[in-house]
């Protein structure tokens, strides 16, 4: 019998309808810190987590549209969703955001560190202030989040860390230094703080997604390309996966499902990077000038 999986939509909007794989209950009371929680897989993880009965804070740079896609979370939920302005890269706007949340939510149970930048860039073409500002947002701010939320709140309450990554340093990918090294080191990160922080009761995990329909990457590195030349047929599954899969991830590791697990990477791609082709000729071939995003 094939497997049903779980619908999804290309926007950033909620979900038409939702049925429950986990009990509805299963965040219940709970708070949840989701950086990058405005856009693409960040808002779906902050929808499931809030239909599953948990409240929620979203933060990012955009708080215009942290507050139009809050209205939505918790239209679509009926829990809370509080919209916060941070930049990642600075340890002071966290903070503050943490001690608002404090202030309006009294606690903090889940850290998503959602937040990324990334585009494609041959190594021979990227400046160092883009492979430095990948490594800011992506790996920095990592460790920015989780250690002013550690500081504030889970050092003495315990609480569970899901850092989403990605599969770009497994084999080494064309077009991806800066990504690849930024999320080789957060993968490192996650383990080091399993190890240092399990003790305080705080479990620390990795989520590594592949190519992921709907979200801004898929478009920017080349996921609509892949759907008209078959590259999907190269996937064991042959597929995309989607946001809503992604967020049930989340949700197992932000959880009580998974209660003795730390310290983890849980690749969620298919099985991608097991099998698909890693021609560099092909992917320089991708790049132009014109798609550069080279910040």
Not at 226 to 245: C, D, H, M, V, Y
Request: charged fraction near 20%.
């Amino acid at each position: 019998m094939a497997e049903l999986l779980p619908e999804d939509v290309g926007t950033d909007d909620c979900l038409t309808s939702y049925t429950h794989i986990y009990s509805p209950d299963l965040l219940k009371h709970q708070v949840a810190f989701i950086t990058g929680g405005g856009s693409g897989i960040g808002f779906r993880i902050a929808e499931i987590f809030m239909r599953h009965g948990c409240d929620t804070v979203i933060a990012s740079r955009n708080l215009d549209k942290l507050k139009e896609a809050a209205q939505k979370l918790s239209a679509a939920s009926g829990r809370r969703c509080l919209p916060l302005c941070v930049d990642v890269r600075q340890p002071e706007s966290i903070t503050a955001a943490v001690d608002e949340t404090l202030r309006e939510l009294g606690r903090i149970d889940i850290l998503v560190n959602n937040a990324a930048g990334n585009f494609l860039c041959p190594a021979t073409s990227l400046s160092f202030n883009g492979f430095k500002t990948v490594m800011e947002i992506d790996t920095m701010g990592t460790f920015n989040t989780s250690k002013v939320v550690y500081d504030k709140w889970f050092k003495d309450h315990g609480g569970n860390i899901v850092n989403i990554s990605a599969t770009l340093g497994y084999r080494g990918r064309a077009l991806q230094v800066h990504a690849g090294s930024a999320k080789a080191a957060n993968d490192a990160m996650t383990r080091h703080l399993a190890v240092e922080w399990g003790p305080s009761g705080v479990r620390v995990n990795s989520m590594a997604p592949g190519a992921i329909s709907g979200t801004e990457g898929y478009r920017k590195l080349g996921g609509l390309t892949a759907e008209t030349t078959g590259i999907f047929q190269s996937i064991p599954l042959q597929r995309s996966g989607n946001k809503t899969e992604m967020a049930h991830c989340a949700l197992f590791l932000a959880s009580p499902a998974s209660s003795y697990v730390t310290g983890a990477i849980l690749v969620a791609d298919g099985g991608s990077w097991l099998t698909s082709s890693n021609d560099v000729s092909m992917l320089l071939g991708y790049w132009s000038p014109e798609k550069k995003r080279d910040k």
